[in-house]
């Protein structure tokens, strides 16, 4: 049995009104395209959107970065962008920045979580989407589900898990990574992760090396000092025998946590769990928000998906967030409503700066 691959990669190619959420036809031509690959590039596929984020994901037998999947991916957007200008949609190709593909769609503008797996007798799998926030987002999740024995008893209670976990965190400015192994280094994983806006987990790994989840990490909005609202991004969970079940990898979204992007890309907000049909920004565009689709992957296939927040056990959380939402919205332009004036450089505020400069006057004490 060849091992299998899930690529989960997404972009915002256009949405309607503004940025809310993604029109149907992007979503019908997306699921085509793909539905057309299957027995051929494809093993299996699924379509579906967070937000104005167009969602891929994907079964197949190529391993991470594959160049024909990536360029399959980035066919699409670029389908669907197409489809988008002519409906004249809201940042109709926002996330494509590149002109031509150049081997992989990482650091094109898409974001991208993979990983390649041998399956298991029964493998079940997470793939949770992010709306309206960054990649740093998912750090404080993945550190309860496979840090913290608090949300994650199995942690303490199960021999399959009690070894612990690898956490591969990425610095996103100083361009470098670095390992830390839990529950040994769990304070010096923590010294970096509680700073998601520049340390992010890309992969958590078993002991011995076995890929337990995986995220996307693109920071589009700082590509090329461009301002481009969020990333959205895209995690990938594995659960059950020898990793964390599906109760306790989705546990800890039961805590109202504060995440940087929401209006404009420039303000903290709380991120709410919801079901698809939920899944569509309004109010101040947002508030944040994420979705999470469970499946059984079987020889490759789909089996699924379920919409696992779509639960009243997630209602109370929804109410916190609307709570949180509000008390931080009264906070209007200021801090920490608005993010920090190091995060704000990649937003529009810098013009409004240069336009005032030559008004400043030194105070000459
Ligand atoms: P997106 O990056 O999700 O398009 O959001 C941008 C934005 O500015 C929302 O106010
Ligand atoms: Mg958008």
């Known amino acids: 049995m060849p091992r299998t691959t899930i690529s989960v990669i997404k972009a915002d190619v256009g949405s ?25 590039l494809l093993v299996d596929s699924f379509v579906t959107h967070c937000g104005d984020d167009l969602e891929l994901i994907m079964t197949h037998t190529r391993g991470v970065d594959s160049e024909a999947i990536h360029r399959l991916a980035w066919n699409v957007f670029l389908e669907c962008t197409g489809v988008a200008k002519n409906l004249k949609l809201y ?85 470098r990574k670095i390992s830390f192994a839990c529950p040994e280094e769990s304070y ?26 995986s995220t ?31 109760g ?11 995440v940087a992007g929401w209006m404009r890309g420039a303000h ?31 020889n490759g296939k789909l089996i699924g998906p379920a919409d696992m927040f779509d639960d009243p056990g997630f209602d109370r959380v929804r109410a916190r967030c609307n709570e949180l939402a509000d008390t931080i919205r009264a906070q209007g332009p200021f801090e920490p409503h608005r993010l920090s004036s190091e995060e704000m450089a990649y937003t529009t505020l810098p013009a409004v700066e240069k336009k005032l400069e030559p008004r400043w006057e030194p105070l000459g004490d």
Not at 192 to 210: L, N
Not at 216 to 240: F, K
């Open 268 to 298: 903290h907000g709380p991120l709410m769990p919801v079901g698809l049909c939920d899944a569509n920004c309004t109010r101040f565009d947002g508030p944040p928000r994420v979705i999470c689709f469970g499946f059984q992957v079987t």
């Open 91 to 175: 940042g109709a190709g926002q996330d494509m920045p590149a002109d031509a593909f150049a081997g992989n769609v990482r650091g094109m503008g898409p974001g991208v979580a993979e990983m390649e797996f041998e399956e298991r007798e029964s493998d079940p799998v997470l793939v949770f989407m992010a709306g309206k926030t960054g990649p740093g987002a998912w750090n404080f999740f993945l550190y309860k589900v496979f840090a913290d024995p608090f949300n994650t008893p199995g942690l303490v209670t199960d021999p399959s898990l009690s070894e612990g976990f690898v956490f591969e965190v990425h610095d996103l400015v100083g361009k």
């Open 248 to 258: 306790e990898a989705i546990e800890p979204f039961t805590i109202p946590v504060l």
């Open 216 to 246: 996307s990490t693109q920071r589009l909005n700082t590509m090329a000092g461009r301002c481009r609202g969020t990333d959205d991004p895209v995690m990938i969970v594995r659960a059950e025998s020898g990793f964390p079940s599906m």
């Open 188 to 213: 010096s994983l923590l010294a970096y992760i509680g700073a998601p806006s520049r340390y992010v987990i890309r992969h958590v790994f078993k002991k011995d090396g076995t890929i337990a989840a």
């Open 16 to 40: 309607f009104p503004g940025h809310s959420r993604t029109h149907p036809k992007l979503l019908e031509t997306a699921a085509k395209m793909l539905k057309a690959e299957r027995g051929k």
